[in-house]
C-alpha cells in the first residue's frame, strides 16, 4: 500500500490495484493474486478490526479485477515495546504475457508521453490489453510522478521530465502514436 496508509480497508485495496497494475504495465494480463498479512496482536479488538478491514479491502480489489486470492501468509503479533506496526497487506500478482516479444521496452526518440489516469480497475484492464502498442508504461506510486519518470528514465536510457503532479495509480504511457484511453494528459515527447 501507499506509505503512509493508516486505513487498513484501502491499505489492502491498493495493494491489489498496485500488484496488478505492475502486472499490467509488462503487458500481462493479472490472474491471480496472494497476500501476506502483517499486524499486531489480533487478540487486541482494534488490531482485530483492522485486519478484517485489510481482508475485506482485499477482497474487494480481487472481485472488482475479477481475479482470485490462491495463497496467502500472515505474520501477527507484530509489536515493539506493545505497539503494533501499522495495517501491512502485502500482495503479489501474477499474471500471463501472451507475447513476450511485446512487452513494453521502454520509450524511443520521438515517442509521445502521456499520464493516463481514471478509474484504477478500469485503467489496468485497458493497459494490459494495449501493453503490446505501447514502448512504455509505468504506474505512479510512492515518490510521485517525477519519480516515476525518473525511474522511467534510467530504464530506458533516455533522460525525460516533466514539472507535474500525478495521482498514485495513474500510468506513465509512451508510444509513437496517442493511445485509445480516454483521460490522457500529454506530458511531451522523448528528444
Known amino acids: 500500500p501507499p506509505l503512509g496508509c493508516r486505513d ?5 485495496r491498493a495493494a491489489v490495484l498496485d500488484a ?3 502486472v499490467a ?3 500481462g494480463e493479472p490472474l491471480a493474486l496472494t497476500d501476506c498479512l502483517n499486524f499486531g496482536n489480533p487478540e487486541k479488538p482494534e488490531i482485530g478490526w483492522e485486519l478484517a478491514e485489510s481482508i475485506d479491502g482485499i477482497a474487494g480489489a480481487a472481485e472488482a479485477l475479477g ?4 495463497s496467502g501468509n500472515v505474520s ?3 509489536e515493539t515495546a506493545g505497539r503494533a506496526i501499522p495495517p501491512t497487506p502485502v500482495v503479489g ?3 500471463l504475457v501472451p507475447d513476450v516479444r511485446d512487452v513494453p521496452r521502454g520509450w524511443r526518440p520521438g515517442d509521445g508521453v502521456w499520464l493516463a489516469e481514471g478509474d484504477e480497475v478500469e485503467l489496468i484492464r485497458w493497459l494490459w490489453r494495449a501493453a503490446p502498442r505501447l514502448s512504455l508504461a509505468h504506474d505512479v506510486s510512492d515518490g510521485g510522478l517525477a519519480h516515476a519518470l525518473a525511474e522511467a ?3 530506458c536510457g533516455r533522460p ?3 514539472d507535474a503532479e500525478a495521482p498514485y495509480g495513474s500510468v506513465v504511457v509512451a508510444a509513437a502514436e496517442r493511445p485509445d484511453w480516454p483521460r490522457l494528459r500529454e506530458l511531451g515527447a522523448v528528444a
Open 160 to 162: 525525460f521530465a516533466v
Open 153 to 155: 528514465s534510467a530504464f
Open 25 to 27: 504495465c509488462a503487458g
Open 93 to 95: 500478482c501474477v499474471g
Open 67 to 70: 481475479i482470485p486470492v490462491v
Open 76 to 78: 501477527l503479533y507484530n
Open 20 to 22: 496488478a497494475r505492475n
Open 8 to 12: 487498513p480497508r484501502e491499505a489492502g
